[in-house]
């Protein structure tokens, strides 16, 4: 059973490189969630769905992008990398949005 | 606007000492509150909801609506309640998160 699964675990990036943040889960959940975490700041949640085809923008969508064409998968994409979005994403599921299951995290840097 | 403040950055304690991390929410409505945990080197998970009213690992905490708070309580600590705690608030279909509180539990 392996939940929540986040590919990669580290990345490097240039600023203005693109790259996609893949997230799968096995639990059949209809909620997913995006979250980035910055010392000292918390999570703060980027995007969200709660269902295949259902998206919706959190408190930092700037500069992210989101898709939701299967239960299973959520990927989330930056488009021009910027500085300002290293930090450490983390993918979570729920099958009612309380209790979340989160993935075990990417770790980028944009250089 | 719906907000959860963790005042504290970090708290130091020695082992054995009792533990309280404050959590304050602001909130229009009922609010459904959890703390979650994050554990050097594991995935942040889901410690304890409020309206579960249970103890898990002899942590409690107790909403306030009063107060709007839902501090976390331990009496005795131990040293591998050492993590990066979180208070959540429910709100709609998603999960807001406040800014964390490190617990240092030292020998």
């Known amino acids: 059973n392996a939940g929540v699964t986040q590919t990669p675990k580290f990345r490097i990036l240039k600023i203005g490189q693109s790259m996609t943040l893949q997230c799968t889960q096995d639990?059949?959940?209809?909620?997913m969630y995006w979250y980035r975490q910055d010392p000292g700041m918390g999570l703060k949640l980027i995007y969200y769905?709660?269902?295949?085809?259902?998206?919706d923008k959190g408190e930092v969508p700037n500069g992210y992008n989101v898709s939701r064409s299967t239960t299973e998968d959520f990927p989330l994409r930056l488009e021009l990398a910027a500085p300002s979005q290293t930090s450490v994403y983390f993918c979570?599921?729920?099958?009612?949005?309380?209790?979340?299951?989160f993935g075990s995290g990417t770790q980028l840097s944009v250089l | 606007a719906q907000r959860v403040t963790q005042p504290e950055k970090l708290l130091s304690v020695f082992k054995g000492a009792p533990v309280e991390l404050k959590c304050n929410y602001s909130?229009?409505?009922?609010?459904?509150l959890f703390w979650y945990v994050q554990y050097s080197r594991q995935r942040l998970q889901l410690l304890l909801r409020?309206?579960s009213r249970e103890s898990i690992k002899g942590f409690t905490a107790d909403l306030n609506k009063g107060e709007t708070s839902f501090h976390l309580k331990k009496p005795f600590a131990q040293e591998e309640d050492s993590a990066m705690y979180y208070c959540?608030?429910?709100?709609?279909?998603?999960?807001?998160f406040g800014t964390g509180t490190r617990l240092q539990v030292f020998p």
């Open positions: 979570a599921s729920s099958p009612l949005g309380e209790k979340l299951f």
């Open positions: 639990m059949n959940h209809n909620y």
């Open positions: 769905s709660v269902g295949a085809g259902i998206t």
């Open positions: 909130y229009s409505g009922s609010p459904e």
């Open positions: 409020h309206i």
């Open positions: 959540a608030l429910t709100n709609t279909d998603k999960l807001i």
